[in-house]
């Protein structure tokens, strides 16, 4: 295959670039892309190959040296995974405290027993406000990448084939 590359440094003068047919193709990670295809002029004339041809890993960051808040916030997205495993939405968080009395994992993820709160320095409430406020993982998948078209694929629960796992929390 031939090929004559563009190279261009900032993104929008990229799209622009794609758009106006100065490029007939465009690689950057699938999120980028289908953020980009929403503003074409005609979505629909753009198609993402289904082929990944690069591992983009994103996820939260926090700044080095703040382990109270990495913490924090490592547990918290370990719980929104453990929520959606475990059905708990932010519909049913409350109404998900009933089904809990033999179920320990789940009374640990509602914070009905143990410290696990206490141990990262919150109450035991904290992981039931966050379901609240924002849905278990998928709830935030949804919301957030599936207006982009992005299928879960990796993103899904390990036991749904995809890689998402989380250790219990404790």
Do not use: H
């Amino acid at each position: 295959m031939n090929f004559k590359p563009v190279v261009i440094a900032e993104l929008n003068q990229i799209e622009q670039a794609f758009f106006a047919g100065r490029c007939d193709v465009y690689t950057t990670d699938i999120s980028g892309l289908a953020a980009t295809r929403l503003k074409a002029p005609n979505k629909d004339d753009y198609v993402i190959l289904p082929d990944a041809i690069s591992k983009e890993p994103l996820g939260p960051m926090v700044r080095r040296g703040d382990w109270e808040f990495f913490n924090i916030v490592k547990w918290t997205l370990f719980g929104l995974l453990e929520a959606e495993e475990m059905g708990v939405t932010s519909a049913n968080v409350e109404a998900k405290k009933g089904e809990a009395a033999n179920n320990p994992p789940l009374q640990r993820l509602l914070g009905l027993s143990g410290d696990t709160g206490k141990s990262i320095g919150l109450d035991n409430d904290w992981l039931i406000r966050a379901v609240k406020a924002v849905g278990n993982y998928g709830e935030m998948y949804e919301r957030n990448i599936g207006p982009l078209g992005i299928q879960r694929g990796l993103n899904a629960q390990w036991t749904k084939g995809g890689l998402m796992y989380a250790p219990p929390i404790r």
